[in-house]
T-cell receptor, first 109, second 112 residues
Framework: EDQVTQSPEALRLQEGESSSLNCSYTVSGLRGLFWYRQDPGKGPEFLFTLYSAGEEKEKERLKATLTKKESFLHITAPKPEDSATYLCAPGGRDDKIIFGKGTRLHILP | DTAVSQTPKYLVTQMGNDKSIKCEQN?????MYWYKQDSKKFLKIMFSYNNKELIINETVPNRFSPKSPDKAHLNLHINSLELGDSAVYFC???????????FGPGTRLTVT
């Protein structure tokens, strides 16, 4: 059965303190792994798609990486506006993407 | 110029009522989805349509019925509402089945 686990569940960082969020997945025939950001009261906002192990994508202070079993979202020198829930969602052969429960990130000024 | 829009944003109703949520996308995407996000913030797919054809139909009570009048619209009708239906419902769309999905703002349904 396809599964995805995100850790930690919640993370509090000081502004400027870099860290990484983890997404472990078990998916048959990975057809893409997606990262989303969700702010309270809003819909998930698409950030990145990763398709193959070794691939990296960057956007401002965020960098996503992918291995055969995990994906990481690295946050460099975060700012308070980076506070949100970050969702990992691998997609498998059946064209469904499975969302993890997310990591709630809080950046303290 | 909202990409994916949903109406209403909030819906409060009593048990046993029937209600509908509407979704429209102006991205020209072929695939649309309905997701349910429960109180624990877990996002789970309910249905997907590709060009008006039902593709994914997860284990959802048959009180829930999606309808796609055209590929830009996907509505969700819910019969005989129950307390457990309270959640936030998100509509999404994607260019292809395996591509990134773009989400609407959500509809918060509260059943009393």
């Amino acid at each position: 059965e396809d599964q995805v686990t995100q850790s930690p569940e919640a993370l509090r960082l000081q502004e400027g303190e870099s860290s990484s969020l983890n997404c472990s997945y078990t998916v048959s025939g990975l057809r893409g792994l997606f990262w989303y950001r969700q702010d309270p009261g809003k819909g998930p906002e698409f950030l990145f798609t990763l398709y193959s192990a070794g691939e990296e994508k960057e956007k401002e202070r965020l960098k996503a990486t992918l291995t055969k079993k995990e994906s990481f979202l690295h946050i460099t020198a975060p700012k308070p506006e980076d506070s949100a829930t970050y969702l990992c969602a691998p997609g498998g052969r059946d064209d469904k993407i499975i969302f993890g429960k997310g990591t709630r990130l809080h950046i303290l000024p | 110029d909202t990409a994916v829009s949903q109406t209403p944003k909030y819906l409060v109703t009593q048990m046993g009522n029937d209600k509908s949520i509407k979704c429209e996308q102006n991205l020209g995407h072929d695939t649309m989805y309905w997701y349910k996000q429960d109180s624990k913030k877990f996002l789970k797919i309910m249905f997907s349509y590709n060009n008006k054809e039902l593709i994914i139909n997860e284990t959802v009570p048959n009180r829930f019925s999606p309808k796609s009048p055209d590929k830009a619209h996907l509505n969700l009708h819910i019969n005989s509402l129950e307390l457990g239906d309270s959640a936030v419902y998100f509509c999404a769309s994607s260019q292809v089945d395996t591509g990134p999905q773009y989400f609407g703002p959500g509809t918060r349904l509260t059943v009393t």
